[in-house]
């Protein structure tokens, strides 16, 4: 972390700018910053901009031959630090040990730098082949050059230039200077490496920040440290958006290390700066102990009425009304049940949960003279950018934000509240100020994964096969600001798409939606929607599986059926590929030795597959459930499909093991409960999470190779578990889990 950065955005100046054709890629030269430190690769001294070969504004090539690569989304643990360069590494021919990789500042140089919904790796691959391309073509012609030689009979190896007739080569840094001044090639003249070519991707690469992880070294928000910083808290109420009516300031400015404390308006966006109390101390400890001495009167509002209890019933209510939206309406769902040879009914029900990532939302800011510095953990620092231009009225350009690592996210820090409030309290303080939420904060002001009520129906015919599915789901909709204007939505993960699996498959199928309106804020939470329904529709096809006398396998299969491709409008446009998604079931299915196996009672087997965030996925649970009700789950075997290349294998694994955990522990603990508008779980004590004793005995992972477009992989392998676990806890006890989390279901047998 770099404390002389440079404080105003308008010192930034290019050099110029050009534009690859068809690349759609915005290059360009940074010169004139005071900043030298090695972090700033993008601002160096005009000293180091004579030396240094600077292709774009990811690559840095120092005379010395260390080769420094920017990664300019934000790494929250998902790998994107070492998995992006390790793409303009492999194209650049640089030898890996070469590489010093740092982490890329909000600059609109970058392009988009939200890392959310496993968009990071898609939309940024092809671009990146490119990147490191077009600096080996300049390489090699400044080589070309040197030597007076056709480029043709020149190659990029290991980070140089080799000339094989001769034996002769430069070293990258060597040629730095030579091709800094070199023009930057068309498209045309740069060529993409053959993917049977690749000697880094696909290969294994330990995490660029592991080293400073486990030596403890300060790399993320938590630990930002400026010169005359200040240490804040901010109390707000716990019924969501209550506004403060008075408090004891005068009091709690006269406690021990306390340097201010004051009110905040703030507004009504549930994502945004809501109103409180901040009080800025000289330590974090010294503000934490503050609060406990602050008394403040609220005005809670409406949403003090809110329960959890209360949404329950009123879905029970609405589950006998047509929806209010009809989401899908093929066939004749009402005829097909009558003449269904079986039929199956069944309530299906999930609550809020919190993110609960091991670093407390926090954010460092510093406002001087109209212009604002700040250093956060985020997932999308441009929205952290745009709320605070909206809110405070600071202009973008008078903004800067260095990104720090985050520790964890899955969704929370793509909502930039916490943000918007350090920045708020810096603009009352002549100081930079860090503000650091409690753990009770986190979890009882999240942007909660929303809670739902699924009423589901189905039937089959006489020879077994899936003739009707009735769907109402009953979910949640809040306020949300659009353009600075409040508008009444579904919550983000809360909604639910008409072409979503079996919509498009089943002849006779009904799908319809009703909102119930409250005041609890909801954002994305790991595979948003997806890692909630997946868990309800493939329980309640094996529900049906079973009642047809069918194997769950087989059921599925004839389900998906030979279409081979379905258009859609579900998930983001894309369409489905089903030939994909019935590969991997049948490889999961395969390695698992599906239908195999003899199991004694309390064991069993259960098979799900889920389409989420472009990856196709399957996956095979084996547990254990004693005779008291004690769940074990043996193995888990998990078949994806993400495309034509794996990027970092170690990454890639620890993606898909780390989902399979994640979605374990929120299937076995997670749930918080609502009353009187406000969260009534603290803290870890009362909300659990997976033990490494809860962890699967083993987890076996396979990688499908295709040929189309390479996808992300933090999120669609999380989908899956669910359905997989539960089906497999039916299987061994004929028990069915019907109630999320599993402690809500009495799993004993005899």
């Given at each position: 972390?770099?404390?002389?950065?440079?404080?105003?955005?308008?010192?930034?100046?290019?050099?110029?700018?050009?534009?690859?054709?068809?690349?759609?890629l915005?290059?360009?030269?940074?010169?004139?910053?005071a900043?030298?430190a090695?972090?700033?690769?993008?601002?160096?001294?005009?000293?180091?901009a004579?030396?240094?070969?600077?292709?774009?504004?990811?690559?840095?090539i120092?005379?010395?031959?260390?080769?420094?690569?920017?990664?300019?989304?934000?790494?929250?643990?998902?790998?994107?630090?070492?998995?992006?360069?390790?793409?303009?590494?492999?194209?650049?021919?640089?030898?890996?040990?070469?590489?010093?990789?740092?982490?890329?500042?909000?600059?609109?140089?970058?392009g988009?730098?939200?890392?959310?919904?496993?968009?990071?790796?898609?939309?940024?691959?092809?671009?990146?082949?490119?990147?490191?391309?077009?600096?080996?073509?300049m390489?090699?012609?400044?080589?070309?050059?040197?030597?007076?030689?056709?480029?043709?009979?020149?190659?990029?190896?290991?980070?140089?230039?080799?000339?094989?007739?001769t034996?002769?080569?430069?070293?990258?840094?060597?040629?730095a200077?030579?091709?800094?001044?070199?023009?930057?090639?068309a498209?045309s003249?740069?060529?993409l490496?053959?993917?049977r070519?690749?000697?880094?991707?696909?290969?294994?690469?330990?995490?660029?920040?592991?080293?400073?992880?486990?030596?403890?070294?300060?790399?993320?928000?938590?630990?930002?440290?400026?010169?005359?910083?200040?240490?804040?808290?901010?109390?707000?109420?716990?019924?969501?958006?209550?506004?403060?009516?008075?408090?004891n300031?005068?009091?709690?400015?006269a406690?021990?290390?306390?340097?201010?404390?004051?009110?905040?308006?703030?507004t009504?966006?549930?994502?945004?700066?809501?109103?409180?109390?901040?009080?800025?101390?000289?330590?974090?400890?010294?503000a934490?102990?503050?609060?406990?001495h602050?008394?403040?009167?609220w005005?809670?509002?409406?949403?003090?009425?809110?329960?959890?209890?209360?949404?329950a019933?009123?879905?029970?209510?609405?589950a006998?009304?047509?929806?209010?939206?009809?989401?899908r309406?093929?066939?004749?769902?009402?005829?097909?049940?009558?003449?269904?040879?079986?039929?199956?009914?069944?309530?299906?029900?999930?609550?809020?949960?919190?993110?609960?990532?091991i670093?407390?939302?926090?954010?460092?800011?510093?406002?001087q003279?109209?212009?604002?510095?700040?250093?956060?953990?985020?997932?999308?620092?441009?929205?952290?950018?745009?709320?605070?231009?909206?809110?405070?009225?600071?202009?973008?350009?008078?903004?800067?934000?260095?990104?720090?690592?985050?520790g964890?996210?899955?969704?929370?820090?793509?909502?930039p509240d916490?943000?918007?409030?350090?920045?708020?309290?810096?603009?009352?303080?002549?100081a930079?100020?860090?503000?650091?939420?409690?753990?009770?904060?986190?979890?009882?002001?999240?942007?909660?994964?929303?809670?739902?009520?699924?009423?589901?129906?189905?039937?089959?015919d006489?020879?077994?096969?899936?003739?009707?599915?009735?769907?109402?789901?009953?979910?949640?909709e809040?306020?949300?600001?659009k353009?600075?204007?409040?508008?009444?939505?579904?919550?983000?993960?809360?909604n639910?798409?008409g072409?979503?699996?079996?919509?498009?498959?089943?002849?006779?199928?009904?799908?319809e939606?009703?909102?119930?309106?409250?005041g609890?804020p909801?954002?994305?939470?790991?595979?948003?929607?997806?890692?909630?329904?997946?868990?309800?529709?493939?329980?309640?096809?094996?529900?049906?599986?079973?009642?047809?006398?069918?194997?769950?396998?087989?059921?599925?299969?004839?389900?998906?059926?030979?279409?081979?491709?379905?258009?859609?409008?579900?998930?983001?446009?894309?369409?489905?590929?089903?030939?994909r998604?019935?590969?991997?079931?049948q490889?999961?299915?395969?390695?698992?030795?599906?239908?195999?196996?003899?199991?004694?009672?309390?064991?069993?087997?259960?098979?799900a597959?889920?389409?989420?965030?472009?990856?196709?996925?399957a996956?095979?649970?084996?547990?254990t459930?004693?005779?008291?009700?004690?769940?074990?789950?043996?193995?888990?075997?998990?078949?994806?499909?993400?495309?034509?290349?794996?990027?970092?294998?170690?990454?890639?694994e620890?993606?898909?093991q780390g989902?399979?955990?994640?979605?374990l522990?929120a299937?076995?603990?997670?749930?918080?409960?609502?009353?009187?508008?406000?969260?009534?779980?603290s803290?870890?004590?009362?909300?659990?999470?997976?033990?490494?004793?809860?962890?699967?005995?083993?987890?076996?992972?396979?990688?499908?190779?295709?040929?189309?477009?390479?996808t992300?992989?933090?999120?669609?392998?999380?989908?899956?578990?669910?359905?997989?676990?539960?089906?497999?806890?039916?299987?061994?006890?004929?028990?069915?889990?019907?109630?999320?989390?599993?402690?809500?279901?009495?799993?004993?047998?005899?």
């Amino acid at each position: 972390m770099s404390s002389n950065a440079p404080k105003n955005p308008s010192r930034r100046d290019f050099l110029r700018t050009s534009a690859l054709a068809g690349g759609g890629l915005v290059l360009g030269f940074y010169v004139n910053t005071a900043d030298s430190a090695a972090k700033r690769v993008a601002k160096p001294s005009k000293a180091q901009a004579l030396a240094e070969f600077k292709p774009n504004a990811f690559i840095r090539i120092a005379p010395n031959g260390t080769v420094t690569l920017v990664s300019k989304q934000p790494e929250i643990g998902q790998g994107i630090k070492t998995s992006l360069p390790m793409v303009i590494a492999e194209e650049l021919e640089v030898d890996w040990k070469d590489v010093v990789i740092v982490q890329g500042d909000l600059d609109p140089i970058y392009g988009s730098q939200s890392a959310g919904g496993s968009r990071s790796t898609p939309t940024n691959y092809e671009e990146f082949h490119r990147l490191g391309a077009t600096a080996r073509t300049m390489l090699i012609q400044a080589a070309a050059l040197a030597w007076k030689l056709p480029v043709d009979q020149l190659l990029a190896k290991d980070s140089a230039v080799h000339h094989p007739a001769t034996g002769r080569s430069l070293g990258y840094g060597k040629l730095a200077a030579k091709a800094a001044s070199l023009p930057v090639p068309a498209a045309s003249e740069v060529r993409l490496k053959d993917p049977r070519d690749f000697k880094l991707l696909g290969t294994r690469i330990g995490g660029v920040d592991n080293p400073g992880i486990v030596t403890g070294k300060p790399l993320f928000g938590i630990d930002v440290s400026l010169p005359g910083l200040l240490y804040a808290t901010y109390v707000k109420s716990l019924v969501f958006a209550g506004k403060v009516v008075s408090a004891n300031l005068d009091e709690v400015k006269a406690l021990p290390g306390v340097r201010d404390a004051f009110v905040i308006e703030g507004t009504s966006n549930l994502k945004g700066l809501l109103p409180g109390v901040a009080i800025v101390a000289d330590s974090t400890w010294a503000a934490f102990s503050a609060r406990k001495h602050l008394k403040v009167v609220w005005d809670e509002g409406k949403t003090a009425a809110e329960s959890w209890k209360g949404f329950a019933a009123k879905a029970d209510a609405l589950a006998k009304q047509p929806g209010s939206e009809v989401l899908r309406n093929d066939g004749n769902v009402a005829t097909a049940l009558e003449k269904a040879a079986k039929t199956v009914e069944a309530a299906y029900s999930y609550p809020f949960i919190s993110h609960v990532s091991i670093e407390p939302q926090n954010a460092t800011a510093w406002y001087q003279d109209g212009a604002v510095e700040i250093w956060a953990p985020t997932q999308n620092p441009e929205a952290g950018q745009k709320i605070v231009t909206e809110t405070l009225g600071i202009p973008k350009e008078k903004i800067t934000l260095n990104i720090t690592r985050s520790g964890g996210g899955f969704g929370r820090r793509l909502i930039p509240d916490y943000l918007i409030e350090a920045v708020a309290i810096a603009q009352k303080v002549a100081a930079p100020v860090k503000l650091t939420w409690t753990r009770e904060d986190d979890l009882q002001h999240d942007q909660y994964r929303a809670g739902g009520f699924h009423f589901l129906r189905g039937g089959v015919d006489t020879s077994g096969k899936l003739i009707a599915w009735h769907d109402h789901f009953v979910t949640f909709e809040h306020i949300v600001f659009k353009d600075g204007q409040p508008k009444l939505e579904v919550g983000s993960g809360a909604n639910l798409s008409g072409d979503e699996f079996p919509g498009r498959w089943v002849e006779n199928c009904r799908i319809e939606q009703t909102p119930l309106e409250c005041g609890i804020p909801m954002g994305p939470w790991r595979a948003p929607r997806s890692n909630v329904l997946a868990w309800v529709f493939h329980s309640f096809i094996d529900e049906l599986a079973h009642a047809a006398g069918r194997d769950p396998l087989a059921f599925r299969l004839e389900i998906l059926g030979d279409k081979g491709f379905l258009e859609g409008t579900g998930e983001q446009g894309i369409p489905y590929d089903v030939n994909r998604m019935k590969h991997v079931l049948q490889h999961v299915a395969e390695k698992a030795d599906w239908g195999k196996k003899t199991y004694a009672r309390g064991q069993g087997q259960g098979i799900a597959f889920h389409f989420s965030h472009r990856g196709y996925i399957a996956q095979v649970a084996e547990v254990t459930v004693s005779k008291d009700g004690k769940l074990k789950v043996d193995r888990v075997v998990v078949a994806t499909d993400i495309g034509a290349q794996i990027v970092n294998l170690s990454g890639a694994e620890n993606q898909v093991q780390g989902s399979v955990i994640d979605g374990l522990g929120a299937l076995m603990y997670q749930e918080l409960d609502i009353d009187k508008g406000r969260i009534v779980q603290s803290n870890f004590g009362d909300y659990p999470m997976i033990r490494i004793g809860d962890a699967p005995t083993q987890v076996d992972v396979h990688f499908l190779k295709t040929d189309y477009p390479v996808t992300g992989l933090g999120e669609p392998a999380l989908p899956p578990l669910a359905p997989a676990v539960c089906n497999a806890i039916f299987a061994a006890t004929g028990i069915r889990v019907r109630q999320l989390p599993l402690s809500r279901t009495d799993l004993s047998w005899s």
